[in-house]
């Protein structure tokens, strides 16, 4: 057993400086669920990281467990497989848009099925921030991106109610600029026994930010705020035969659920 007494514990200190850009959001998001974890009252040892490839998936690079830096769009397969050899395990895995909802959304939705007992937590900033600024499965109608310059003309992937349409027991959506709700929704899914959920949307001023007229994080954060609606406003919009209008995106507890899950602690005992 390690006691943690600060998050800062949780910390490779060695690797600092990080790599993200200025006024990236991921930190923010790595905080959060770091002292989602202190409340949880996890153990270092017992914690395990898993990630795919993006901007997002360099988080447990600075986090101090054992984690799996996997390929792009297998995060999932690799935490289920940790996950089903030894259950006891604490599994948390840090995901992008692009690595989910892409080439990884077939992992994503059988994970879900298969209600793997573990955190999934979805940095979305909308683009791929990594490679290029490619337009991913998440990036909002109108915006402008490397492969979208006339403007995404595609709807966007929900992710939070495409985890609770395959069977995650839990779902949530916030952004970076709601953290404390942020970090209760971490919590929340941590508590959950089944496959959680957790989508935060996060700014990303270099590749997003600056192609769609939001290169300050300040104007990233007031664009997720202002376009954050929440649950409940957005279903009496829905019965009243309003739409969402824009980049506005629905934000709160998609669902809440106790399904059969895979991966129990002390399921093998």
């Not at 360099?58 to 289920?80: C, K, M, N, Q, W």
């Not at 979305?124 to 402008?144: F, K």
């Not at 406003?233 to 106790?258: H, I, N, P």
Request: hydrophobic share 35%; proline share 4%; net charge neutral.
């Amino acid at each position: 057993m390690t006691p943690v007494d600060s998050v800062g514990e949780w910390y490779r200190h060695d690797r600092m400086p990080h790599i993200y850009c200025t006024g990236c959001g991921n930190g923010t998001v790595i905080n959060c669920t770091l002292e989602a974890i202190m409340q949880m009252g996890w153990d270092i040892d017992n914690t395990i990281f898993v990630s795919g490839i993006g901007c997002s998936s360099r988080a447990p690079g600075y986090i101090t467990t054992d984690s799996l830096h996997t390929t792009h769009g297998r995060a999932l397969a690799f935490a289920t497989g940790v996950k089903m050899a030894n259950p006891d395990f604490d599994v948390v895995v840090f995901t992008g848009d692009g690595d989910l909802s892409a080439i990884g959304g077939n992992h994503f939705i059988h994970a879900c099925r298969r209600n793997i007992d573990m955190t999934v937590i979805c940095m979305n900033n909308m683009i791929y921030g990594m490679t290029g600024g490619q337009g991913s499965p998440c990036t909002p109608v109108g915006a402008i991106s490397t492969t979208t310059p006339y403007g995404a003309a595609e709807p966007v992937f929900d992710l939070a109610r495409l985890a609770e349409a395959a069977g995650a027991n839990y779902s949530a959506r916030w952004t970076s600029y709601h953290v404390k709700e942020l970090t209760k929704a971490i919590k929340t899914g941590m508590e959950t026994p089944g496959l959680s959920f957790i989508e935060a949307m996060t700014q990303c001023p270099t590749s997003f930010g600056r192609r769609n007229k939001l290169r300050t994080t300040t104007s990233m954060l007031e664009y997720l705020r202002d376009n954050a609606v929440l649950l409940n406003k957005a279903k009496r919009m829905e019965a009243e035969g309003q739409m969402l209008s824009g980049g506005q995106f629905t934000v709160g507890e998609f669902v809440k659920r106790y399904r059969p899950a895979l991966g129990v602690r002390g399921e093998r005992k």
